[in-house]
């Protein structure tokens, strides 16, 4: 008998070797899978039994605006995208028999410090607290009401937000400047900080103003805004957090 593989370079004989044998190995295992693997009906209404075989345990965030005034503070509120059962945990049994059975209510730090813990991770403007150095050893819901949980008065400092850029500004030329020197900050960005935008300079002469060679600022390296880099802004070539000068 003729062998149909003799005629093939030995290395792609034995590669379509392979791929036949395993071929023939998943038709055997496929064969012997139990019907309600194999066919897709039977897998869905299989899942969906026991799906629904499950004990119900949550009831969702309607029930709760029947009796809790909180409910419309919290739809909005800065925690309006949370279901109530994230912090109260399923509360089915609550809202059958709510004298009888009384939802969980996280009073301590390390239930909110889930959420806001430093994480660098996590978006620009989501608030993050260091646990060690933030109110330490008082409860959260000492200074914020958790159903809308704004500060009690904004942040003060940048670096609330944008501890990062300051640290990285803390060793660098501009380590006198406050940000607002650079920045225009709306009270409004402590509070919203995507809705409203701080400022960021968008001309060269921003700059020039304390390191054009007519500048009368003294101390601060100085160049002639006409000849140095005149195509670019200057943050194209300088960080202005740490703005090395080479």
């Not at 935008?197 to 002469?205: D, K, M, V, W």
Request: charge should be positive; hydrophobic fraction near 30%.
């Amino acid at each position: 008998m003729m062998n149909p593989f003799r005629k093939l370079p030995d290395q792609l004989a034995r590669v379509l070797f392979v791929f036949l044998l395993l071929g023939v190995v998943l038709l055997v295992v496929r064969s012997n899978l139990p019907p309600y693997i194999k066919d897709t009906s039977i897998h869905i209404k299989s899942t969906m039994d026991r799906e629904i075989a499950r004990p119900i345990r949550y009831a969702g965030s309607a029930p709760c605006a029947d009796c809790h005034e909180e409910y419309n503070q919290k739809k909005t509120g800065y925690h309006r995208t949370l279901s109530c059962e994230t912090c109260h945990g399923p509360a089915k049994n609550h809202a059958a028999n709510p004298t009888e059975t009384k939802p969980n209510a996280p009073r301590k730090r390390e239930f909110c410090t889930l959420c806001h813990q430093y994480d660098p991770s996590r978006p620009t403007g989501f608030p993050q607290i260091n646990p060690v150095a933030h109110n330490p050893l008082k409860p959260c819901i000492s200074c914020h009401n958790p159903h809308d949980p704004k500060p009690p008065t904004p942040p003060g400092e940048c670096e609330a937000c944008h501890a990062e850029i300051a640290r990285t500004k803390a060793v660098s030329p501009h380590v006198l400047l406050n940000c607002t020197t650079c920045h225009t900050v709306p009270d409004q960005h402590k509070i919203a900080p995507r809705a409203s935008l701080a400022s960021i300079p968008a001309e060269r002469e921003f700059c020039g103003k304390c390191h054009g060679k007519a500048s009368t600022y003294a101390g601060t390296p100085k160049i002639d805004m006409d000849t140095h880099g005149a195509k670019y802004l200057c943050w194209q070539c300088h960080y202005p957090h740490m703005p090395e000068v080479k």
